[in-house]
């Protein structure tokens, strides 16, 4: 089974304060993961990766934190900005493969 | 900075009708794949390439082809159209898949395809 789940579909913010975006997947193969942002008719932007030797990454007011036990990583922005408004898809490498397997979104809106 | 251009931004077919999608990449990478992204289902794999003239399906291979002749092209072939393939198609590159290389998919801005 190879799947990432995010169960949110959409989350609104307030600006300055966190946006926490969850991602769990099945897999314990899965050991390098992504999150990417869309804006409407772009193509995905990479954001921030994790290996999964790592707990945490920073880049900015980028975190992103993977708890291997639970399976599940979040990325975290602060502080939230409107711009920031935009879809969040988390996607995972499938080791030994080419493969990246991608979540279903969610929609982000940080409210000015 | 790297550059992945997909030939069109906006299609509109008719049912049957063959459609050809092309994307193109500027940074010599070796393995490129075409999504199709729906509202709710994420983005979904069709194909993928790891070298010229070798290519393996992805998770929803059924009504597409791919060709890639050259390193820097990979076009994805609708073969006779059909409204459930009405998409936004993106196409992606990455030189080494996983953490090698940072392991990051570069994605063109995307082809909106609409079958009537």
């Known amino acids: 089974d190879q799947q990432v789940k995010q169960n949110s579909p959409s989350l609104s913010v307030q600006e300055g304060r966190i946006s926490i975006l969850n991602c769990d997947y099945t897999?314990?193969?899965?050991?390098?993961f992504l999150w990417y942002k869309k804006y409407p008719a772009e193509g995905p932007t990479f954001l921030i990766s994790?290996?999964?030797?790592?707990d945490k990454n920073e880049d900015g007011r980028f975190t992103v934190f993977l708890n291997k036990s639970a399976k599940h990583l979040s990325l975290h922005i602060v502080p939230s900005q409107p711009g920031d408004s935009a879809v969040y898809f988390c996607a995972s490498w499938v080791s030994g493969t080419y493969k990246y397997i991608f979540g279903t979104g969610t929609r982000l809106k940080v409210l000015a | 900075d790297v550059k992945v251009t997909q030939s069109s931004r906006y299609l509109v077919k008719r049912t049957g009708e063959k459609v050809f999608l092309e994307c193109v990449q500027d940074?010599?990478?070796?393995?490129m794949f075409w999504y199709r992204q729906d509202p709710g289902l994420g983005l979904r794999l069709i194909y993928f390439s790891y070298d010229v003239k070798m290519k393996e399906k992805g998770d929803i291979p059924e009504g597409y082809s791919v060709s890639r002749e050259k390193k820097e092209r990979f076009s994805l072939i609708l073969e006779s159209a059909s409204t459930n393939q009405t998409s936004m198609y993106l196409c992606?590159?990455?030189?080494?898949?996983?953490?090698?290389?940072?392991?990051?998919?570069?994605f063109g801005e995307g082809s909106r395809l609409t079958v009537l």
């Open positions: 940074m010599d990478h070796e393995n």
């Open positions: 992606a590159s990455t030189q080494t898949a996983g953490p090698a290389n940072t392991g990051e998919l570069f």
């Open positions: 994790i290996s999964s030797i790592k």
């Open positions: 897999n314990s193969m899965f050991d390098y």
